[in-house]
DNA sequence: CTTGACACAGAACAAGCGTTCGAGTATGAT
DNA sequence: ATCATACTCGAACGCTTGTTCTGTGTCAAG
C-alpha cells in the first residue's frame, strides 16, 4: 500500500465523496461505521482516524460525542441561506411595513433566500426583512421599480448608512444616505448628481430601518 | 390548559422555533431529549408525539431511528446556491472580461453565491458569472459603483433585455436596455428620465451579455 | 355517568454510536 | 539492525438516543 504522510490521499478523498454523497440521498450525515462500511474500512478507529486528519485538514467540522455530528466545511453548492420575509411594498406615499414584535420566518408567506455569504456577519441572524419597491419613487436612490430592498429594522442611525425614513409631516417614504449635522439632518440620494434634502431638528423624521442589500432581478421581460 | 385539536399550537411553534435556533447554533438538529429541556417537556415520549404531529402537518421531515433525524422543511437554512464567479470589473472605458471555455466556478478565487431560489430556472446551471462595477459611469443604468452585476454570456438579445455592450467606436462598455428599431439599435437607460442613445446599424455594437441580476450591498461605510 | 380522544409523565429497553485501548504491520530513515 | 512514524484491526466500554409501554388526568360528546 502506498503511504503519503502529508496532505489528503486517495481514502481520505473517497471518505469525502462518500459524505456528501450520502448526506445528498439521506439529508443527514453517515455515521462512523456507515462510513467504514462504504469505504472498505473495517474498523471503526480508523475512520475515526481519519477523520480526524480531515478535520486537520479543515475540511471536515465535527461535533464531538454526537452522533452524526460531522459536516464539509468545503466549497460546495450547499451552504447556508438566510430566508428573509417579504414584508410588504415601500412606496413614496406609504408607510413601510415593520415586522410585528412576533413575526415568525416560517409564516411568512412571501420570503426571499439570501446566501448567508453575502451578508456582513453583524446583519445575519438578526430579524432582516425585505420590501418590494413599487413605483419609481426612489429612483434618486439609485432604486428602481420591482427590486427588492433588504432592511434591518433600527430607529437610529450613523452617518453614510442608508436609511427608510418616513417623513410624517410630508407624508413620504424614502431612501437615503443618513448625515447628522449641526441644524438637523441631511439626506443625501444615492445617485451623486442629486441634491440633498435639508431637514431640520424640529422636523419630524422616523428612521425605519437600514438598507443592508438591494437586489434587482432583471427577468420582468414577460411584456 | 387549553386544547387544540387540530392545526399546530403554540407547543408545536416553541418546538419548531427551538429546532431551528439549535440548529444555526450547533450546525446539526437537536435530539428529543434536548428539545424536551428546552420546551418545558419532562418526557420523551410527549417530545416524539408532538415530533409526530409536526411531520404529519408537513413541517417537519424525520428520519425514523436515526439520531438526531429530524429538519424542517418549511424553511431549510440549507439550500441550492449558485457559486457564481467574478471574473472582474466593468467600468465605462474598460472591454469586459469574458468568461474563458474552460473556466471553472472552483477554481475561480473570487465568487458571489445567489440562492437559487432567486434565480429563473432557464438561468440556472448556465455560466453566469459576476462583475464588479467601477466608477459612476454606469449610473444612467441605475448601477452605482461597488455593485455587483450578474451575467450571462449572449451575443445577442432580444427587446426590454438588460444588456452589457461595447462600442468599439467609442471605446466604451455601457449596460442599457436593448431595443431593436427600424435604423439601428436604441440603448435606454434604466432610469427613465434619461435619454436613450440610438445606434445606427452602420456602427459597431458588440453585445457581450445579459444582466440577470444586479445585487448592492450596503456595508461600505467604513470611511 | 360512561366513553373515548387527547395531552402528558415516567420508566425501561434495545440499538446506535463515538471513544478508547491494546496490539499488529509496513515503510523509511538512522 | 533499530527505531519512529504511519496505518490498520478488533474489541470493549459506556453514554446517547429513539422507541415503546403503562398509567393518569382532562374534557366533550352521547
Known amino acids: ?3 503519503k504522510s502529508k496532505g489528503i490521499g486517495e481514502r481520505h478523498q473517497k471518505i469525502l465523496d462518500f459524505i456528501a454523497s450520502y448526506q445528498r440521498e439521506h ?3 453517515p455515521s462512523i461505521r456507515e462510513i467504514g462500511e462504504h469505504c472498505d474500512i473495517s474498523s471503526t478507529s480508523v475512520v475515526n482516524y481519519y477523520l480526524d486528519q480531515l478535520e486537520k485538514e479543515g475540511l471536515l467540522e465535527r461535533s464531538r460525542k454526537i452522533s452524526r455530528g460531522m459536516r464539509l466545511t468545503n466549497n460546495s453548492p450547499l451552504g447556508d441561506l438566510l430566508r428573509v420575509p417579504v414584508l410588504g411594498v415601500i412606496q413614496a406615499g406609504e408607510p413601510i411595513p415593520i415586522p410585528a414584535s412576533d413575526f415568525n420566518p416560517f409564516t411568512a408567506e412571501d420570503t426571499v433566500d439570501i446566501a448567508a455569504s453575502l451578508m456582513s456577519s453583524k446583519e445575519k441572524g438578526k430579524d432582516l426583512f ?10 434618486d436612490a439609485m432604486i428602481n421599480d420591482g427590486d427588492i430592498v433588504i432592511l434591518k429594522p433600527a430607529q437610529e442611525a450613523r452617518n453614510g448608512e442608508m436609511v427608510a425614513v418616513w417623513l410624517s409631516d410630508k407624508n413620504e417614504t424614502t431612501l437615503k444616505y443618513f448625515y447628522k449635522e449641526k441644524e438637523g439632518y441631511r439626506l443625501q440620494p444615492a445617485n451623486p ?13 422616523e428612521i425605519k430601518g437600514k438598507v443592508v442589500m438591494v437586489i434587482r432581478k432583471m427577468e420582468r421581460l414577460v411584456a
Do not use: F, N, W
Open 1 to 3: 500500500m502506498v503511504r
Open 193 to 205: 448628481t442629486m441634491k440633498p434634502i435639508m431637514v431640520k431638528k424640529s422636523e419630524p423624521l
Open 130 to 139: 425585505a420590501l418590494h419597491v413599487q413605483g419609481d419613487s426612489m429612483i
Open 27 to 29: 439529508k443527514h450525515p
